[in-house]
């Protein structure tokens, strides 16, 4: 989940064990997300929130703008037999801001180049949490050196 607001890209983690499905986490992601943005203080509104087919739904969508976010998901085409329905939920999807996700999973894939982050291993959520925030510490000050 990413929210685009002026250039900046904000994504929250949520971390649980294994098994448990992305779909599942987002409301909890979304509020956890929402809660950080009004604690720093950063107008979010009309800002995009870009996801993946996975979590094509009217629930999910009304979720993100019940927050006064633009819903960027790329449209689920299963099952769906209607042509017309097909071509107007494609006209609506903006690819340009999509596309955009990719810098930011481009950050998650170097995050797995860190081995101790590639599995998890620890058994406190704490603790690896903690590596990832050092991992993306060692990203960012590689660009700047």
Do not use: C
């Not at 009217?58 to 979720?63: G, I, L, S, V």
């Not at 006064?68 to 042509?83: A, G, M, S, Y």
């Amino acid at each position: 989940m990413f929210v685009e607001n002026n250039g900046y890209v904000i994504a929250p983690l949520t971390t649980r064990s294994v098994n448990i499905n992305d779909t599942s986490l987002f409301p909890e992601a979304l509020e956890g997300l929402m809660d950080f943005v009004n604690l720093i203080g950063l107008d979010t509104r009309e800002s995009y929130l870009t996801l993946d087919s996975g979590f094509d739904s009217r629930a999910n969508e009304d979720r993100i703008l019940f927050h006064e976010l633009v819903p960027i998901i790329k449209p689920n085409l299963r099952r769906t037999k209607n042509t017309e329905k097909i071509h107007a939920r494609l006209d609506a999807f903006n690819e340009t801001v999509y596309k955009e996700r990719y810098r930011v999973e481009r950050t998650f894939a170097w995050a797995d180049s860190y081995r101790k982050l590639s599995q998890r291993y620890e058994i406190l959520e704490a603790t690896h949490l903690g590596f990832r925030y050092l991992a993306y510490a060692l990203m960012n000050l590689k660009t700047f050196v």
